[in-house]
């Protein structure tokens, strides 16, 4: 019988960072909330969320990587909103965004969690960020518990 490991959801031990974009903030404050009430719903208390405000999607990726390598956190919550506008700039920081992310959870080895929206547009946006299609905030969170007790688990198999 094949072995399965799977993180649990338990987060009463784990230290949590998000880095936010201040950029489109109508939206990511929304994002910001739903993630911190999905934490507190899973046990990981306030004192071990450590929140990294930057100025757009962007830079987020930066400040996770420096979050990831400076200080005692068990994951990383990325968290903004990229939405279309009428020049190729969303294609660009949408692509930029997405490969610095997953490149900051390569290069550290601590889950990276991407839990950045990119939209057509503001309403498909706040539809995200706690509207009719619930709160990618809180889904990154949630995401973000499992990945790293499941980094844990795989690295107690490992030891």
């Known amino acids: 019988m094949a072995t399965e490991i799977r993180g649990s959801l338990d987060g009463a031990d784990l230290r949590v960072g998000i880095v936010v974009a ?6 990511t404050s929304q994002l910001l909330e739903g993630a911190k009430a999905a934490l507190a719903q899973h046990g990981v208390t ?16 930066f400040a996770a990587k420096k979050l990831s390598e400076s200080s005692d956190v068990d994951v990383v919550i990325c968290l903004g909103a990229v939405i279309r506008g ?39 946006a706040l539809d995200r960020a706690g509207g009719k299609s ?20 795989l690295n107690n198999e490992s030891a």
């Open 22 to 27: 201040r950029y489109n903030e109508f939206v």
């Open 46 to 61: 306030e004192t071990n969320i450590t929140v990294v405000s930057v100025p757009g999607s962007f830079e987020v990726s």
């Open 86 to 124: 009428e020049t190729d700039h969303y294609e660009h920081i949408a692509r930029a965004t997405a490969e610095g992310v997953r490149e900051v959870g390569l290069s550290t080895g601590k889950p990276t969690v991407f839990g950045i929206l990119t939209t057509e547009n503001a309403q498909q």
């Open 134 to 153: 619930g709160n990618h905030g809180h889904g990154a969170a949630v995401t973000a518990i499992e990945m790293a007790n499941l980094c844990r688990s």
